[in-house]
C-alpha cells in the first residue's frame, strides 16, 4: 500500500529550541495536510498544503510543501512543553478510492 | 463545537467475541473512516466510507471486519472474532467533503484477552 515516511521518528529537545519533521512521499500529491495528536489524544488537524512550494505560518509553526509535491515539513520556532505530541503528515489520495493516508509520524518531547 | 463521537470510550473483549464500535460523525459530513492505532504506533488506515458503501479498504481491513451506516447517523465497526492483535485504538473519523479536514473522535480503546 502506499506508504508516507516521516523522519525523525522521534526528537528531543530541550524548551526554546528548533523542530522539524519531514514527510516523503515517492508519488507526487495532490495536498497534504498535517495534524498533531496529543498524548493519550485523537489526531488533530493543523493545516492544509495544496500548492507546489507553498508555505503557511501558524504563530511558531511553518508548514511548507515542497516545489515537486512529493515532500513537505514542518518547523516549529522555540518550542514549548505544549508543542509536545506526535505530529503526522496526511496525504489526501481522495477521487473514488476517498483514502486519507497518515505518515509514521515524528513524536516531539520537550524539556522544560 | 460540532464533534465525532466514538461509544464506549474502553472494551475489553474475550478473545474470539465480537465487538461493535460505534460512531456518530459530525451531521453534515458526508465522507467517513476508520483507523486504528496500536500504542506508540502510526494511525493506519482501515476503510472509508461514502455514499452507503465501501469506498477503500486496507489489507488489515479482512474478512472478520465490516462497516455499517444503519440509521444514516451511527457509523459502525464490528470485529466477528477478535485476536489478540486487534487490541489497539479505533478512530472514527467524518469529514465534509474530500480534501477537507477530517474530524477525529476521542477513540475507543479495545483490549482483547
Known amino acids: 500500500g502506499q506508504q508516507v515516511m516521516q523522519i525523525p521518528q522521534y526528537q528531543h529537545v530541550q524548551e526554546g529550541e528548533d523542530f522539524t519533521t519531514y514527510c516523503n512521499s515517492s508519488?507526487?500529491?495532490?495536498?497534504i495536510q498535517w495534524y498533531k495528536q496529543r498524548p493519550g489524544g485523537h489526531p488533530v488537524f493543523l493545516i492544509q498544503l495544496v500548492k507546489s512550494g507553498e508555505v503557511k505560518k501558524q504563530k511558531r509553526l511553518t508548514f511548507q510543501f515542497g516545489e515537486a509535491k512529493k515532500n513537505s515539513s514542518l518547523h516549529i520556532t522555540a518550542t514549548q512543553t505544549t508543542d509536545v505530541g506526535t505530529y503526522f503528515c496526511?496525504?489526501?489520495?481522495?477521487?473514488?478510492?476517498?483514502?486519507?493516508?497518515f505518515g509514521t509520524g515524528t513524536l516531539l518531547a520537550v524539556q522544560p | 463545537e460540532p464533534e465525532v463521537t466514538q461509544t464506549p470510550s474502553h472494551q475489553v473483549t474475550q478473545m474470539g467475541q465480537e465487538v461493535i464500535l460505534r460512531c456518530v460523525p459530525i451531521?453534515?459530513?458526508?465522507?467517513f473512516y476508520w483507523y486504528r492505532q496500536i500504542l506508540g504506533q502510526k494511525v493506519e488506515f482501515l476503510v472509508s466510507f461514502y455514499n452507503n458503501e465501501i469506498s477503500e479498504k486496507s489489507e488489515i481491513f479482512d474478512d472478520q471486519f465490516s462497516v455499517e451506516r444503519p440509521d444514516g447517523s451511527n457509523f459502525t465497526l464490528k470485529i466477528r472474532s477478535t485476536k489478540l492483535e486487534d487490541s489497539a485504538m479505533y478512530f472514527c473519523?467524518?469529514?465534509?467533503?474530500?480534501?477537507?479536514?477530517?474530524?477525529f473522535g476521542q477513540g475507543t480503546r479495545l483490549t482483547v484477552v
Open positions: 451531521s453534515n459530513h458526508l465522507y
Open positions: 496526511a496525504v489526501d489520495y481522495g477521487g473514488a478510492t476517498n483514502k486519507l493516508i
Open positions: 473519523a467524518s469529514r465534509v467533503l474530500l480534501g477537507t479536514e477530517a474530524f
Open positions: 508519488t507526487t500529491l495532490s495536498n
